[in-house]
């Protein structure tokens, strides 16, 4: 049965869902897939700044160094937040801004996907595009991420491990934890 989720058109927070938490941990996979279970669209806010930079991730980091790039990435995230519902999957670092964090907070539900050291290793050797993997061991890189932004992902709205089972059981648990969620803040 499809979810219910969508059903009224007046439940904003149920409707823009923001899927938050470090490289790797399948945001945008999942995020994909949540978004088809729910009816909505889905956008990927790193995809979004490279159309609108007219160049990859890593090429912005290279030429305009990474504080353009922060300053794209919520330029893109804050348009995407004023716009039409959907699933938006942001880069690893967006949600350290406190400003994204607000206007996330005020217009739609954070969910941290959370995996382990191990695991975020594992996904994150597979490719070699996220330029803050480029030098040196990831499994030091990530392991620092973990301390210092795990305490700033625990306070999104709603937490998900997502580096156990199938993908479709990470977004059921997901569906879930909104619907529950949704009933608490009727
Ligand atoms: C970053 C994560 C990346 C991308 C950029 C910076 C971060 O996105 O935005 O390389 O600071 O953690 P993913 O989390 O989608 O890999």
Known sequence: MKPDITDKANEKQSQLIVLVGLMGVGKSTIGRRLAIALGLNFVDAD???????????????????????????????LRLLGGSPLV?????????????????????????????????????????TRPLLANGDSKEIL???????????????????SDQGEHSETVT??????????EQNQ
């Open 173 to 182: 648990a997901i569906i879930q934890a909104l619907r529950n969620y949704k």
């Open 143 to 161: 392991a620092e991420l973990i301390k210092q932004r795990h305490p700033i992902y625990a306070k999104a709205d709603l937490a998900i491990d």
């Open 47 to 77: 995809d979004e700044i490279e159309k609108s930079a007219g160049r990859s991730i890593s090429d912005i980091f290279d030429d305009f160094g990474e504080k353009a790039f922060r300053d794209g990435e919520k330029k893109v995230i």
């Open 88 to 128: 938006l999957a942001t880069g690893g670092g967006a949600f350290l801004n406190p400003d994204i964090r607000a206007a996330i907070a005020a217009k739609g539900v954070s969910v941290w996907l959370r995996s382990s050291l191990q695991e975020l290793v594992r996904r994150t050797d597979r490719r070699n």
